[in-house]
Structures are given as C-alpha cells and as structure tokens.
C-alpha cells in the first residue's frame, strides 16, 4: 500500500515556465489537498477536493490550478512561475470529511523557481 | 487573528524533561483536533488525535479545553528522537471542513 505519492521529489523552474505536480493515492480517500509550506512557517492550503470532478480554493490560490478527473489523482498546476512559489508542496489526502478524520501526507515536492 | 496559534519555541530542553506545548483556535465550532509531527521540513506525520475527555500515548497527553479553545500536549521523560516541529492542527469550515494547521513549535531535546 503505497499511500499518497507525489512526483517529482525536486524540481528546478526558470521564471515563467509551468509545470504540473503529480499526487496519486490509493486509499480510495474521496478528500484531497494541496498545501504548501515556506521555510519556518506553516503548512498553507492551496486548493482541495471533495471528491472527482470537485474542487475548491484554499487559502492561496492564486498562480495555480487544478483538476480532480478520477478519486485517485490530484495534480498541482503551476502556470507562468514566479519565485513567490519556491516552496515545499505537499499533497495529502483524507478518508472523509467528518470528525476525527486523519490527513496522509505524500513525501512533499520541493520547487525552487528562479 | 490567526486561526491555529502556537508558540513557535524554540523549547531546548534536556533529556529525561518533560514538556508542555499549548495551542489556541478561534473556531469554536471546530471539532477534530490533532497533534502532527514534522522533522526536517518532510512531510507532517500523525503523532495523536486529542480527544474530548484527553488522552495519552506512551509518553505523549494530549488535552482539550473547549471553553477556553485551546489544546495541548505534554511529553514525559524526552528523548533525543523526540526533537521535531509539533504541529497544531485543527478542522475549519472556513474552507469546507478543512483541516488548519499551526506554524509549530520547535523542540530540541539536548543530552
């Protein structure tokens, strides 16, 4: 059981360039989030999921998409990247929305753009 | 106001201390709170659940006070290992029902 799988593990972008990060689960978790995270600081909710064919904006939102076409992928879309977005990314994914649900963290993908 | 606050440490402390960390939350309609642990900016991992009436783990309490809208943790006889970012979390229906996390406090546990 591999859990919630992100890739790349690192990626290096020049400004301008787009990339799409890659989240797959196989919990057959209906919730699915995108957050990031800036050096010393918390975890920021970019976009999340409720299910395939719904999603939502988060926190911070802006600079990025995303799509949720089947239960098991996510993927982050990052178009005409800024420095502003050199961070940690982390994909997690929940079993359900209700009390005392758990989030299940992927590895993390670690952007550097410049 | 920030919805999950935390103290953001640094806690140095030796082994064999016991320590506290407290965290405050606005929501007052929230109502799954948890206890995440987070080492070298790798992905947070689930340290506990805080439940209503508190709980413990090994060395690790957790306690809820509802009418006061904090939760804490405290960690008996620290290890070494037990050096890490803690992370508050708690859900939120700013976002739907979503789960916010605190900035953290920092733990070193010295020898």
């Keep these: 059981n591999a859990g919630v799988t992100q890739t790349p593990k690192f990626r290096i972008l020049k400004i301008g360039q787009s990339m799409t990060l890659q989240c797959t689960q196989d919990m057959n978790h209906n919730y699915m989030y995108w957050y990031r995270q800036d050096p010393g600081m918390g975890l920021k909710l970019i976009y999340y999921s409720v299910g395939a064919g719904i999603t939502d904006k988060g926190e911070v939102p802006n600079g990025y998409n995303v799509s949720r076409s089947t239960t098991e992928d996510f993927p982050l879309r990052l178009e005409l990247a800024a420095p502003s977005q050199t961070s940690v990314y982390f994909c997690a994914s929940m079993a359900r929305g209700g009390v005392g649900s758990p989030l299940h963290f992927g590895n993390g993908t670690r952007l550097t753009v410049t | ?111």
Excluded: H
């Excluded at chain 2, 140095?12 to 995440?36: D, H, I, M, R």
């Excluded at chain 2, 709980?55 to 006889?77: C, H, K, V, W």
């Design chain 2, 1 to 111: 106001r920030k919805e999950v606050e935390q103290d953001p440490g640094p806690f140095n402390v030796p082994e064999g201390a016991t320590v506290a960390f407290n965290c405050t939350y606005s929501n007052s309609a929230s109502q799954s709170f948890f206890w995440y642990r987070q080492d070298c900016r790798k992905e947070p991992k689930l340290l506990m659940s805080v439940y209503s009436s508190g709980n413990e783990d090994g060395r690790f309490t957790a306690q809820l006070n509802r009418a006061s809208q904090y939760i804490s943790l405290l960690i008996r006889d620290s290890k070494l290992s037990d050096s890490a970012t803690y992370l508050c979390v708690v859900n939120s229906y700013v976002y739907g029902n979503k789960l916010v996390f605190g900035a953290g406090t920092i733990l070193r546990v010295k020898s």
